[in-house]
């Protein structure tokens, strides 16, 4: 079963990133949005589909800027798309499809094995939102001290709650 995406969510996520004026003038979100929507668990792991974003975004960003990976968002500052910034926007769309997960074991699985092999915050949400039963209260002790120990709080402070 592939995964219900929406073109409007995959611009909610790229907007702070990429500036409506950007998303406006390209076909950027239908790419991803088709991407997204194609993915199946079956068919696909995680990692793969989070390298398939990446690289997809680098080549069409570099495309669409001429070469130059700047872009100037909503807040009108120019913003130069490092591997950094591409490698966020990436965990952003992937958290897209962790939202979509539906809790139970086999996904837990998937989700906490793509945790310990990709930085990312939004599948550390997901685990830490939807998936906390699934864990023993000293390991998911252990997960809060990562988030917090790794990330700075304005990535995590609206969510994890105590």
Known sequence: MAMPVSKDEVERVLRPWLGTLFLSANNLSELL??????????????????????????TKLNSL???????????????????EVIGGITDDLMGLIFDKLTPFSANFIKLNDYSMHVASINAL??????????????????????????????????????
């Open 33 to 58: 949005t088709e991407k997204l929507s194609g993915y199946a668990p079956y068919r696909q792991t995680l990692e793969s589909l989070h390298d398939e974003l990446e690289v997809l975004l680098l």
């Open 125 to 162: 949400r997901v685990l830490y939102q939807k998936y906390a039963t699934y864990f023993e209260p000293e390991e998911f002790q252990f997960m809060i001290s990562v988030i917090k120990g790794v990330y700075p709080p304005e990535k995590y402070e609206s969510w994890l709650k105590e």
């Open 65 to 83: 800027t001429n070469g130059s990976l700047t872009v100037i968002p909503d807040n009108y500052r120019s913003r130069r798309l490092t591997r």
